[in-house]
């Protein structure tokens, strides 16, 4: 896989472009992004904002960041590597699904609804916090699903089918929301 990060030097935040460009290739390796896809990742370093959505064209993925995403949320301006694998594996996550003919045809990612965002990234992080022993932030991820889905145990039970899921559809991810 290659991975390119723009800008290649930072000023405003202490990011290294070569360790996020690292670090994407460890995470796409860990979840099984193909080899021959290219990655493009484009940090808004002036944002401290945490927005990051990711688009599929062919073999070639862009990913755009804003800088808030990878910052270390107690020291401003610093690099979260932590932080950073969780953004890339829940982007590169749903790049591996796209990639799959089988998965379906989801929207593109700045037109999912909230709800569809919390409940993909659910079934994102799930199987990534299992292959990488981590912990992806299941309580956070819980709460923002239970916002956009309702508080109540159905629910958590749709939460749960995606944390755990593994080999689930586009249609699987509307169905259990649905439920």
């Known amino acids: 896989m290659i991975v390119t990060v723009d800008p290649p030097a930072f000023s405003l935040v202490h990011f290294d472009a070569r360790r996020i460009a690292a670090l994407s ?23 401290p904002f945490g927005k990051a959505w990711g688009g599929v064209e062919g073999r070639s993925v862009t990913l755009t960041v804003e800088g808030g995403a990878f910052e270390d949320p107690q020291r401003l301006r610093q690099f979260s590597e932590a932080g950073a694998r969780l953004v890339l594996a829940r982007l590169l996550y749903r790049v591996v699904d796209r990639l799959d003919p089988t998965f379906g045809d989801p929207p593109a990612d700045p037109d999912l609804t909230k709800a569809e965002h919390a409940a993909w990234d659910a079934y994102s992080l799930g199987p990534y916090a299992r ?16 916002i956009r889905h309702g508080f109540s145990d159905a629910a958590d039970r749709a939460f749960d089918q995606l944390w755990l899921g593994s080999g689930l559809t586009w249609a699987d991810i509307q169905r259990i929301c649905s439920l």
Do not use: H, N
């Open 131 to 146: 292959r990488a022993g981590v912990d992806a932030g299941q309580g956070k991820r819980r709460y923002a699903f239970r």
């Open 25 to 47: 290739g460890e995470v796409g390796a860990l979840i099984g992004l193909p080899a021959d896809v290219t990655v493009g990742i484009e940090v808004d370093e002036k944002s």
